[in-house]
């Protein structure tokens, strides 16, 4: 088993800059054949994907909703993906989620593991 635990979340202005963690354990020795990803939910909105980084290699892949503005990283030794998130926008409001999936780019439904998520929320 897989135990992901997010982190980090909490009210901030727009423009403003928050770090994210998601910290695994269990399993963890798995972890070399897989990606860690970050999503979001927003009120009434559907789940959507934001950023992805592969395990081993660190490749990443972001959505252009995010992209120059958000950055994820992960530190092997301690188990531990981060998303930096900076110049906020109200959009970006949501609960942000850590996840597992096979490669940087799955389908939602293929993530295997989840966090319990960390509120988001940027006042204009």
């Known amino acids: 088993q897989v135990q992901l635990v997010e982190s980090g979340g909490g009210l901030v202005q727009a423009g403003g800059s928050l770090r994210l963690s998601c910290i695994a354990s269990g399993r963890t020795n798995t972890f070399s054949n897989y990606a860690m990803a970050w999503l979001r939910q927003g009120p009434g909105k559907e789940r959507e994907f934001v950023a992805a980084i592969s395990w081993t290699n660190g490749i990443t892949s972001y959505a252009d909703s995010v992209k120059d503005r958000f950055t994820i990283t992960r530190d092997n030794a301690k188990n531990t993906v981060y998303l930096q998130m900076d110049n906020l926008k109200p959009e970006d409001t949501a609960v942000y989620y850590c996840?597992?999936?096979?490669?940087?780019?799955?389908?939602?439904?293929?993530?295997?593991?989840w966090g319990q998520g960390t509120q988001v929320t940027v006042s204009s």
């Open positions: 996840a597992r999936g096979r490669t940087i780019v799955v389908p939602i439904r293929d993530y295997d593991y």
